[in-house]
């Protein structure tokens, strides 16, 4: 089973930029379309970015297109949400996933591994 692990969060004022990075473990990364998601305290969980298995096609959450850019290195099994012109309604925990699914999706049940987050916090 594979392993994700996110690392790049942080607090940042807003307008600034962040890059996460999610590392993978095994040798199947490649297999997988990849997802970034984010929860804000007392909220659920939001689809964010999405890229699919050879990095071709890529879908972004209306409320991030134009400011955040995910990519893919499978030679690294990592995959990268470059976030710019951040908004303090950005501030949440940002989860990697990695799903079988063919076609990237943004529905977090059709996702197979998480990593444990990590902390973006965008000071006004």
């Known amino acids: 089973q594979g392993q994700l692990v996110e690392s790049g969060g942080g607090l940042v004022q807003a307008g600034g930029s962040l890059r996460l990075s999610c590392a993978a473990s095994?040798?199947?990364?490649?297999?997988?379309?990849m997802g970034w998601f984010r929860q804000a305290p007392g909220k659920e969980r939001d689809f964010v970015a999405t890229?699919?298995?050879?990095?071709?096609?890529?879908y972004y959450a209306d409320s991030v297109k134009g400011r955040f850019t995910i990519s893919r290195d499978d030679a690294k099994a990592t995959v990268y949400l470059q976030m710019n012109s951040l908004k303090p309604e950005d501030t949440a925990v940002y989860y990697c996933a990695a799903s079988f699914r063919v076609s990237p999706t943004g529905n977090p049940r059709d996702y197979n591994y998480w990593g444990q987050g990590t902390q973006v916090t965008v000071s006004s």
């Open positions: 095994g040798r199947t990364f490649s297999r997988y379309s």
């Open positions: 890229i699919s298995r050879n990095g071709g096609g890529t």
